[in-house]
């Protein structure tokens, strides 16, 4: 690297890095948010979150009612998912470069994705609200809005590196559409969309407790509720129930990833 | 003479399948989330709906939230100073994240760092991420006060984790002759950082810390919703269930689609400029 | 009799480019015929025009007294039956067994669903057996395909390919990603496939002297042109260079 082109680096940094101060500036100033403060509660917020939120002997008595909505949610998320798998795998495989049937469909394909992948889970949550009233099917619907959009991009993306050639042979031999995408793109694809769909149940699961939160349903719903009524304890109980799940779901996904991938 | 190496069912059917540990679990995991899919319908609570009338209503209020879009408790201006909170909030998380992210991820990348500081740091990190963010919001949220700052603190935990697991992959694929080059030349520790790992790494950091920002940018919105975090998810929450009013909830919805359209646009070309082979998480 | 005619086939992919100018050639049942030329010359794009998996835009080509240009969808499923397909690169799927591969050779009989449930006959299975065995490669027919050598997943190819009881094998540069043994394994094994079975090879080969040792008849091709249709022993020196183009007359040699 010569003189030139170095200060012409050093230069570049140094605007970037003032865009970057200025942007913060004015984010702090919209949000009115201090820095100093905001970092100053942490110590504080760490002290109340050591002191008041533990679990007692008393809050174990709403275990059960716990359970069975932390249940709820489970199913939920992964019912929400794995329809949503179903419904992604037949948007990917029209959205794929390599197995499309024609750029309309493929094209549709994509922006359908797009917008349920852009319209954020909050707003479904409380659209579906409206008619749909305080029920599971509520919450089902809002994550599996989101997670087609998602799960859609995320195939595709694995269907496009699945290899063209093992498609190019099986049109060779004379296969049918169908029996080329059943038997030569989805063998390949699949333990890489399963990994994906085993990370949008674990994300559901977070993202139910928001959904449920808005549309009254599952663990969101019972944690709202004592959050409200003020009962720390039960809150700590709740909170460390879901964390519990999600970690266990995380190991189990991770150990079939290890064995499929 | 039957030959030996054709596998045959006890009908005398020939195998085709390997029957390896793989093919099978992945087999296992498909039918165990089909049972539970099956059962999570039947054991749903069903309390008050009535499937016909509500799918009509909802592609009812599907068609005049986007087909009527129209703003009537507040104008255009107020709504992109909304927009403009909810996109302070994401940057602040990002930005406060991002730099907190790389320090912690120094400790994290197991070329820098002493194992065991490496596995507590990764062990936090799980469990931060195990707690959903609209908690964390909320809990500082009572810990702190309500204001941006729960917002942003609680927004701050998962991007830390997100990106602290990014950045710290970044930094093991650094080469490791760069490491031995400067260690030979008596360079301490943080002058292998500043010289060796920032510069072949910059880019990725940026373009990381910017998925990040798209992420919360959705994040903020659903805090605004769900935490009182204030901005255009707040006027969502108001629009959808104080007011009931669907025009205007389509008009909120419009802008928030734009700008995560515009977000997802920017970061799809940074994902196919810096890293075209990986899949982000 | 002639399995194979191709009259005044022409095939461009842009309107600016001509790729394949005005070829004619006649391939008999049991021949054994290469077709080389240097890169780029359209061997590849020839070789697919036979199969329709490229659409020409000129001529005819006859299989079988079966006109290939005029056939619909399901006429086209039944011609592909019957030409297998040997590729550079095999073209398996990675993923999935041997035996998995080597059935997949039987889709273009099946209906959709027969070939979407794996309801494969146990004559096909036995067969694919005989197959694999024949080829030397039946210790493997349970493993993945990824597994396998370059040279064992090209012999798991020529299975797929056979085991469609085809009349006409098209082989893309079958040996040009292989080691000089497995490639003799490979070239051994299609010879045998039409001294044998009776079955027409056309092979694309980048190697002169393999074309030389094993072909009936050489077809050379250059910058979408037949410059040379003959026996091996008709194709001299000369007629090398001439294929090649003179300037990588040395390189040819090396
Ligand atoms: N799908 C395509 N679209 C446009 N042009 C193509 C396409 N496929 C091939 N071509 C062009 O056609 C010409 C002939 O290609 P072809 O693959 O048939 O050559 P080849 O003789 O097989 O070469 P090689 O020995 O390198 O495999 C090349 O110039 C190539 O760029
Ligand atoms: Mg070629």
């Known amino acids: 690297m010569n003189e030139k082109t170095m200060r012409k680096h050093r230069w570049q940094s140094g605007i970037f890095l003032l865009i970057l101060i200025v942007l913060t500036y004015l984010s702090s100033a919209i949000t009115t948010f201090n820095f100093m403060e905001g970092m100053a509660t942490i110590p504080e917020a760490m002290g109340w979150i050591f002191s008041n939120l533990l679990v007692s002997q008393e809050s174990f008595e709403k275990l059960p009612k716990i359970l069975e909505k932390l249940a709820e949610t489970?199913?939920?998320?992964?019912?929400?998912?794995?329809?949503?798998?179903?419904?992604?795998?037949?948007?990917?495989?029209?959205?794929?470069?390599?197995?499309?049937?024609?750029?309309?469909?493929?094209?549709?394909?994509?922006?359908?994705?797009?917008?349920?992948?852009?319209?954020?889970?909050?707003?479904?949550?409380?659209?579906?609200?409206?008619?749909?009233?305080?029920?599971?099917?509520?919450?089902f619907l809002a994550l599996f809005a989101?997670?087609?959009?998602?799960?859609t991009r995320a195939f595709i993306e694995s269907i496009d590196e699945a290899s063209q050639s093992s498609v190019e042979a099986l049109t060779a031999t004379g296969a049918t559409y169908f029996q080329i995408v059943g038997k030569a793109v989805i063998p390949q694809c699949l333990p890489q969309m399963i990994s994906w769909v085993l990370f949008m149940v674990e994300t559901n699961i977070r993202n139910a407790t928001l959904v449920g939160i808005l549309t009254g349903t599952g663990i969101g719903y019972t944690f709202d509720m004592y959050y409200k009524m003020l009962n720390y304890n039960v809150v700590a109980l709740i909170t460390l129930c879901i964390v519990i799940t999600v970690i266990i779901v995380d190991l189990i996904s991770n150990y079939v990833r290890k064995v499929i991938l | 003479?039957?030959?030996?190496?054709?596998?045959?069912?006890?009908?005398?059917?020939?195998?085709?399948?390997?029957?390896?540990?793989?093919?099978?679990?992945?087999?296992?995991?498909?039918?165990?989330?089909?049972?539970?899919?099956?059962?999570?319908?039947?054991?749903?609570?069903?309390?008050?709906?009535?499937?016909?009338?509500?799918?009509?209503?909802?592609?009812?209020?599907?068609?005049?939230?986007?087909?009527?879009?129209?703003?009537?408790?507040?104008?255009?201006?107020?709504?992109?100073?909304?927009?403009?909170?909810?996109?302070?909030?994401?940057?602040?998380?990002?930005?406060?994240?991002?730099?907190?992210?790389?320090?912690?991820?120094?400790?994290?990348?197991?070329?820098?760092?002493?194992?065991?500081?490496?596995?507590?740091?990764?062990?936090?990190?799980?469990?931060?991420?195990?707690?959903?963010?609209?908690?964390?919001?909320?809990?500082?949220?009572?810990?702190?006060?309500?204001?941006?700052?729960?917002?942003?603190?609680?927004?701050?935990?998962?991007?830390?984790?997100?990106?602290?697991?990014?950045?710290?992959?970044?930094?093991?694929?650094?080469?490791?002759?760069?490491?031995?080059?400067?260690?030979?030349?008596?360079?301490?520790?943080?002058?292998?950082?500043?010289?060796?790992?920032?510069?072949?790494?910059?880019?990725?950091?940026?373009?990381?810390?910017f998925l990040r920002f798209e992420i919360n940018f959705g994040v903020a919105v659903a805090m605004g919703a769900a935490a009182g975090a204030g901005g255009i998810g707040f006027e969502l929450f108001m629009a959808s269930s104080f007011y009931f009013d669907l025009r205007e909830v389509g008009f909120i919805t419009y802008s928030i689609l734009i700008i995560a359209f515009l977000l997802e646009v920017i970061s799809t070309r940074l994902k196919k400029r810096y890293f075209p082979a990986t899949t982000t998480k | 009799m002639s399995l194979l005619t191709v009259e005044g086939l022409g095939k461009s992919y842009t309107a600016d480019k001509q790729i394949l100018k005005n070829i004619n050639f006649e391939i008999k049942a049991g021949e054994f015929v290469s077709i080389i030329g240097p890169s780029g010359a359209g061997k590849s794009t020839m070789l697919r025009c036979i199969n329709r998996m490229v659409e020409f835009n000129e001529g005819n080509i006859l299989f079988n007294q079966q006109d290939v240009g005029s056939l619909n969808k399901k006429g086209l499923r039944k011609l592909r039956t019957n030409i297998g397909m040997v590729f550079q690169h095999y073209n398996l799927v990675p993923r999935l067994t041997v035996i998995e591969n080597v059935l997949h050779g039987r889709f273009g009989y099946k209906t959709t669903f027969q070939g979407l449930l794996g309801r494969y006959t146990e004559e096909e299975k036995e067969r694919a057996f005989y197959l694999l065995e024949k080829l030397g490669i039946h210790e493997h027919a349970y493993k993945r395909c990824d597994q396998l050598s370059g040279g064992q997943q090209q012999r798991v190819g020529i299975c797929r390919?056979?085991?469609?009881?085809?009349?006409?094998?098209?082989?893309?540069?079958?040996?040009?990603?292989?080691?000089?043994?497995?490639?003799?394994?490979?070239?051994?094994?299609?010879?045998?496939?039409?001294?044998?079975?009776?079955?027409?090879?056309?092979?694309?080969?980048?190697?002169v002297e393999v074309a030389q040792h094993y072909s009936d008849r050489i077809i050379g091709l250059n910058n979408g042109e037949i410059v040379f249709n003959g026996t091996a022993y008709e194709l001299t020196q000369e007629k090398i260079n001439h294929i090649y183009g003179t300037k990588t007359k040395d390189l040819i040699i090396a």
């Not at chain 2, 700052?149 to 930094?171: C, P, Q, R, T």
């Not at chain 2, 080059?181 to 072949?200: F, M, Q, Y």
Request: proline share 2%; net charge neutral; hydrophobic share 55%.
């Open chain 1, 74 to 139: 489970i199913f939920m998320s992964i019912a929400a998912t794995t329809i949503a798998a179903v419904v992604s795998l037949f948007l990917g495989v029209l959205g794929s470069n390599t197995t499309k049937v024609n750029n309309f469909l493929s094209v549709f394909a994509r922006f359908i994705a797009s917008v349920s992948r852009n319209i954020p889970v909050v707003a479904w949550s409380l659209i579906l609200l409206i008619s749909f009233g305080q029920n599971s099917v509520t919450g």
């Open chain 1, 146 to 151: 989101g997670t087609v959009g998602f799960l």
């Open chain 2, 1 to 209: 003479m039957e030959a030996t190496y054709i596998k045959r069912k006890k009908d005398g059917r020939i195998h085709i399948m390997s029957g390896n540990k793989g093919d099978i679990v992945l087999k296992w995991t498909i039918i165990i989330l089909a049972i539970l899919t099956v059962v999570a319908f039947l054991f749903f609570n069903y309390a008050g709906l009535e499937l016909g009338s509500a799918i009509r209503e909802t592609a009812y209020n599907l068609k005049v939230m986007f087909l009527e879009p129209t703003l009537n408790h507040f104008d255009l201006g107020e709504a992109f100073y909304q927009i403009g909170i909810t996109l302070g909030l994401a940057f602040l998380a990002t930005i406060i994240g991002a730099v907190i992210a790389f320090f912690l991820s120094l400790m994290t990348a197991a070329n820098l760092a002493p194992v065991w500081v490496s596995r507590t740091v990764r062990v936090f990190v799980a469990i931060i991420r195990a707690v959903p963010t609209v908690l964390w919001v909320l809990i500082f949220a009572i810990a702190a006060g309500l204001g941006s700052e729960a917002a942003i603190l609680g927004m701050l935990f998962h991007s830390i984790a997100y990106l602290v697991k990014a950045f710290s992959e970044a930094f093991e694929e650094v080469d490791k002759g760069i490491f031995e080059a400067l260690r030979s030349t008596g360079a301490n520790w943080w002058h292998i950082v500043k010289s060796g790992v920032l510069p072949s790494t910059f880019t990725y950091l940026l373009s990381w810390t």
């Open chain 3, 161 to 207: 390919a056979l085991i469609q009881e085809p009349k006409l094998v098209l082989c893309d540069e079958p040996i040009a990603s292989l080691d000089p043994n497995s490639s003799k394994i490979i070239m051994d094994h299609l010879k045998s496939i039409s001294t044998e079975m009776g079955i027409t090879c056309l092979v694309n080969l980048h190697q």
